[in-house]
């Protein structure tokens, strides 16, 4: 209710010849007024979560545009051919897999020789459990 309402319907209430109790008048401007806190304190979030949400959302849609805006792709950055002989392309690309395969051959004699050291430790345990 509006407060001049209230105070009207008091005013009212205080005119007519009837006995109040003590201090009713003033119970009731105290919990009117707690009511009326009680809402403002209700209205003071929802218009800071409003404006949250219309600032977050302005926010991100300057960082989205600020985004495409910078992301521009290259036509330089695309691969491009090393070699225009095709020889040399056939000689470079042969090292490179002959590296490849040499690397590779040397980590599976350390697996092989890792694998072996097992059998021999599974071995141990096996006649140790076996006894």
Not at 7 to 23: H, S, Y
Not at 82 to 107: C, F, H, I, M, R
Request: net charge negative; glycine share 4%; charged share 30%.
């Amino acid at each position: 209710m509006d407060e001049k309402k209230i105070d009207e319907l008091i005013r009212k209430a205080l005119q007519e010849e009837q006995v109040l109790p003590e201090g009713l008048s003033r119970r009731l401007e105290e919990q009117i007024d707690a009511w009326a806190a009680t809402e403002e304190k209700k209205a003071r979030p929802q218009v800071r979560r409003r404006t949250l949400y219309w600032l977050s959302g302005a926010a991100a849609s300057i960082l989205l545009c600020v985004g495409l805006f910078q992301y521009t792709p290259d036509r330089h950055d695309r691969l491009t051919d090393t070699y225009t002989n095709p020889q040399e392309a056939a000689v470079a690309a042969e090292q490179a897999l002959l590296l490849l395969s040499q690397n590779l051959n040397k980590g599976i004699c350390q697996v092989d020789g890792a694998g072996q050291e097992i059998e021999k430790v599974n071995n141990i345990l096996n006649k140790h459990l076996n006894d």
